[in-house]
């Protein structure tokens, strides 16, 4: 089955540390995405990769890093520098960036800082 | 600059009742609109979109959304709600070319028995 990946389901972190959150695709699209999700914030755009070796910032990238060397994998770094980075991070993926192409998304990554 | 408003955080109907959730949009271009649905714990689904060939857009599990571009609205709305229906609700809205989609903050829809 084609779909989306996301690992580990819960992660805990410890003040000061840099953790790296993994995105998988076996859809064959070029654009991936991560958001971070807070509770009545809806979703916030944090990078974006519209094709291999190739990635933007979004809203609120400060504090976190991406990479995109594979066109199936791109993770998400977070950065002892990111100050509340206790939230719930998806993944997505689409044929193409934007347009109409429909977002496919991961079942999401629970960060706690402890 | 494009923008979704979602009107109301939490709607609460019983089971059975109609199930109406509010999307405005803002967009200087023709729009591309979607309704997603989120389970607790899990990432998000498609619904349904708009691509401009129809106005009115059925989706899966009974919902349906209907573009109105006087009201600059993207509603979704089900006859009738099932408990199964219990969820996060986002509307996006994104345009030709490479835009990015904008999320509106949800609205969590609960069914009472």
């Known amino acids: 089955d084609g779909g989306i990946t996301q690992s580990p389901k819960y992660l805990f972190r410890k003040e000061g540390q840099n953790v790296t959150l993994s995105c998988e695709q076996n859809l064959n699209h070029d654009a991936m995405y991560w958001y971070r999700q807070d509770p009545g914030q809806g979703l916030r755009l944090i990078y974006y990769s519209q094709i291999v070796n190739d990635f933007q910032k979004g809203d609120i990238a400060e504090g976190y890093s991406v990479s995109r060397e594979k066109k199936e994998s791109f993770p998400l770094t977070v950065t002892s520098a990111q100050k509340n980075p206790t939230a719930f991070y998806l993944c997505?993926?689409?044929?193409?960036?934007?347009?109409?192409?429909?977002?496919?998304f991961g079942p999401g990554t629970r960060l706690t800082v402890l | 600059a494009q923008s979704v408003t979602q009107l109301g955080s939490h709607v609460s109907v019983s089971e059975g009742a109609l199930v109406l959730l509010r999307c405005n949009y803002s967009s200087s271009v023709p729009p591309y609109l979607f309704w997603y649905v989120q389970y607790p714990n899990q990432g998000l689904q498609l619904l349904l979109k708009?691509?401009?060939?129809?106005?009115l857009v059925k989706g899966i599990n009974g919902f349906e959304a209907e573009f109105k571009k006087s009201e600059t609205s993207f509603h979704l709305t089900k006859p009738s709600a099932h408990m199964s229906d219990a969820a996060e609700y986002f509307c996006a809205v994104s345009r030709g070319g490479s835009y990015i989609p904008t999320f509106g903050r949800g609205t969590s829809l609960i069914v009472h028995p």
């Open positions: 997505a993926s689409s044929i193409e960036a934007g347009g109409l192409n429909e977002q496919f």
């Open positions: 708009y691509t401009s060939a129809a106005t």
